[in-house]
């Protein structure tokens, strides 16, 4: 059994509980917040730029649908399997996009957050890298990242292969060896790519409860095995196995995944630190995973009733705050390696009262 340290708090494209995601201002205070790493996603531009958004279409997060110039730019795609209508972060240069101000994904349930709309610009990947960089120095520790990088497989089938930008951007900025990042894809090819490329960080992959990883989906058609197995046993000791050409460091999951059932409604008992029984309220993932020699990783920690699991919502509105304490503590006891928050604050309150 290896010995558990505190996990990792990883601000999940920033503190997007507070700030528009992935704007240096949610950066900024993901770190002033307590945060020990910050997420980026990672897409590019027509022009070869990595730049961080959640998505390549990017309606929902700039306002580029406000901008009568770009109007012409709307348009249809297939994007892993799924048909989406909007702006797409591959039909503009990096000096078009640089151009958009950032907004609130989720301007419903954060409606204090989308009071920031239009203050800040798009960032490279670049920008993030030098603002770690700065970060790191005023709090005179190494600050990590946590870079995702999305959608590779369509990206390299229109001729932009992230794997290769990626790492060419690692050595430009000087953050090709630095011990404190971590490349992380729902897609283990790109994963293979970036090591291929000289990466040698830790590579972690993310998996969903469902669904078929696109790069499979792109080489294996209806025959290509989902992320279900790859969370059994079976799937989780091929994931670390010593001396495969594809083996991974670590992998990501949904809270769910970490979670039993039945999760809220058992006993507490006073001498966990807790207060909670944890066998009973977690499942065997994280013991299994770190077993076959995998760090295991959690996203994604948010107080909100509409984004909480549903056993912990309490009876407000949706953008009221639930349980959000009593699920932290059962995630971040549960034996995880890094836990993604949208709140770093509230992760860290937690982690740290023990």
Known sequence: MRARTAPLVIGHRGASGYRPEHTAAAYELAFILGADAVEPDIVAT??????????????????????????????????????????????????????????????????????????????????????????????ARLLGVVAEIKHATYFDSIGLPLAELFT?????????????????????????????????????YLLEDTGVPADRAASLGSSAPGYADDL?????????????A????GISVEVSQVLASGSVSVSLFEDDPSGIDIGAVTSDLVDTAHSAGLGVYCWTLRPENALMPTDFRGHGRDDEWGDWRRLYSILLHSGVDGVFADHPDLAVAVRDER
């Open 246 to 249: 594809d083996r991974v460091d």
């Open 232 to 244: 059994t046993a079976r799937g989780l000791y091929a994931l670390g196995a010593a001396g495969a």
């Open 46 to 139: 027509k022009d070869g730029v990595l730049v961080l958004r959640h998505e390549n279409e990017i309606s929902g997060t700039t306002d580029v649908a406000t901008r009568a110039e770009f109007a012409g730019r709307r348009t249809t795609k297939e994007i892993d399997g799924a048909k989406l209508t909007g702006w797409f972060t591959e039909d503009f240069t990096w000096e078009e996009l640089s151009t958009l101000s950032a907004t609130e994904r989720l301007p419903e349930i954060r409606q204090a957050s989308s009071t920031f709309d239009g203050r800040y610009p798009v960032l490279r990947l670049r920008d993030l890298l030098e603002l770690v960089d700065r970060a790191s120095e005023d709090a």
């Open 168 to 204: 060419a951007e690692l050595a430009e900025t000087g953050w090709g060896d630095n011990p404190e990042l971590i490349v992380e894809s729902f897609e283990k090819t790109v994963l293979g790519q970036v090591r291929r490329h000289g990466f040698r960080g830790r590579c972690v």
